[in-house]
């Protein structure tokens, strides 16, 4: 079992930055890839970014491409999220997924694990 803690949620104004963690603890595994999604109200959840475990490969929803970062620092057993230029239509809930084998990929039905989430609010 991998258990995975999202925290750095908030509020914060229009404009502004976030950065989200994601520690990971139990078993460990070196493959594989980790994401985040999102899910706003009455939407359905969303990819945002995804990163191998070496973290040589990421990939981006084109509706945060130049905003936002997606890192890893596996000696940490830790995957972040740094999010500039914050808008409105950012505002959801954000969750860490992992999948211990495979690439990364778009499709939350991929993941095996999953976070709590972290609330974020972009105030206009």
């Known amino acids: 079992q991998v258990q995975l803690v999202e925290s750095g949620g908030g509020l914060v104004q229009a404009g502004g930055s976030l950065r989200l963690s994601c520690a990971a603890s139990?078993?460990?595994?070196?493959?594989?890839?980790m994401g985040w999604f999102r899910q706003a109200p009455g939407k359905e959840r969303e990819f945002v970014a995804h990163?191998?475990?070496?973290?040589?490969?990421?990939a981006y929803a084109d509706s945060v491409k130049g905003r936002f970062t997606i890192s890893t620092e596996n000696a940490k057993d830790t995957v972040y999220l740094q999010m500039n230029s914050l808008k409105p239509e950012d505002t959801a809930i954000y969750y860490c997924?992992?999948?211990?084998?495979?690439?990364?990929?778009?499709?939350?039905?991929?993941?095996?694990?999953w976070g709590q989430g972290t609330q974020v609010t972009v105030s206009s």
């Open positions: 139990g078993r460990a595994f070196s493959n594989g890839a």
């Open positions: 990163i191998s475990r070496s973290g040589g490969v990421t």
């Open positions: 997924a992992a999948r211990p084998y495979g690439f990364g990929s778009t499709s939350s039905n991929l993941y095996t694990y």
